[in-house]
């Protein structure tokens, strides 16, 4: 896994966040090192959708599939059982450069029939098939404020009854003491995970370009206004909340 130093040099110059071949070739490392608790809000996500009893013959949907994680394991965790229907995956993301990775890492794993990668805007997609599980994970947060509650219709449109979104975002506090709190306590995270003073300056100059967070309540009522009345935070860590909501 290659070693996410991006922000430690002078040769990285970015104004905004991107998610370029640079950031690709780092991301799993650095979602790693930067997203608290990332490898239990997979085990969390594998959870529910055992809960959910899916079935096979409807795709799940991962927004923002990046590099394909969320995708890999869910796909070890459903199919375990090789003599039943094999779950099948729709990954959406903009970027040809996390595309790439995603498909050179699951092609090992996923038969190719199982699996669709799009490379396409969320705020255009058009969701080809219905689903009873679709997961956005810390791709919201990048969206236009503007564009948000067209987008998680669509989400709502898409899902049968019953069927599941499991987002998560990073979050901002209800208040600026409580913001500066978490903020202080997540960089804390980040130097335990080993980045340097500079690399969390620099990264957070880059990303106060491109991602816009909200708090938990704007997330709630956001999803309220998209149609769903079945939602809650499900976790929770400082400035980063997961949430399900249920059609
Ligand atoms: C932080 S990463 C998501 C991490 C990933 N879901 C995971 O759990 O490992 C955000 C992803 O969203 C994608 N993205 C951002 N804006 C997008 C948009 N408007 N349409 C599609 N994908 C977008 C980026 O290219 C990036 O791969």
């Not at 704007?218 to 980063?240: A, I, P, V």
Request: hydrophobic residues 35%.
């Amino acid at each position: 896994m290659t070693k996410d130093r991006l922000f430690q040099g002078d040769n990285y110059h970015v104004d905004k966040f991107v998610f370029d071949q640079q950031v690709a070739n780092c991301f799993d490392d650095m979602a790693k090192r930067s997203i608290p608790f990332y490898q239990e809000i997979h085990r969390i996500i594998g959870e529910i959708a055992q809960q959910l009893e899916l079935n096979p013959d409807l795709p799940i949907y991962d927004l923002g599939c990046s590099t394909g994680s969320t995708i890999q394991l869910l796909h070890q965790l459903l199919n375990v059982n090789r003599s039943c229907n094999h779950h099948c995956f729709i990954g959406v993301d903009n970027s040809p450069d996390m595309l790439s990775k995603c498909q050179d890492k699951l092609a090992a794993t996923i038969p190719s029939n199982l699996l669709q990668l799009t490379c396409d805007d969320l705020t255009s997609y058009q969701f080809p098939h219905h689903s009873q599980l679709i997961i956005m994970n810390y791709t919201l947060q990048f969206i236009p404020k503007n564009e948000r509650k067209k987008l998680l219709t669509k989400i709502w449109q898409t899902l049968e009854p019953g069927g599941a979104l499991i987002l998560s975002e990073k979050i901002k506090g209800p208040s600026e003491k409580i913001e500066n709190i978490f903020t202080t306590l997540y960089y804390d995270f980040k130097r335990r995970n080993g980045y340097t003073e500079r690399e969390i300056e620099r990264k957070k100059e880059a990303l106060e370009q491109s991602l816009y967070p909200l708090t938990i309540k704007e997330q709630h009522q956001l999803l309220k206004d998209s149609g769903f009345t079945h939602y809650d935070t499900m976790f929770q860590w400082y400035n980063f909340a997961s949430f399900v909501a249920v059609k």
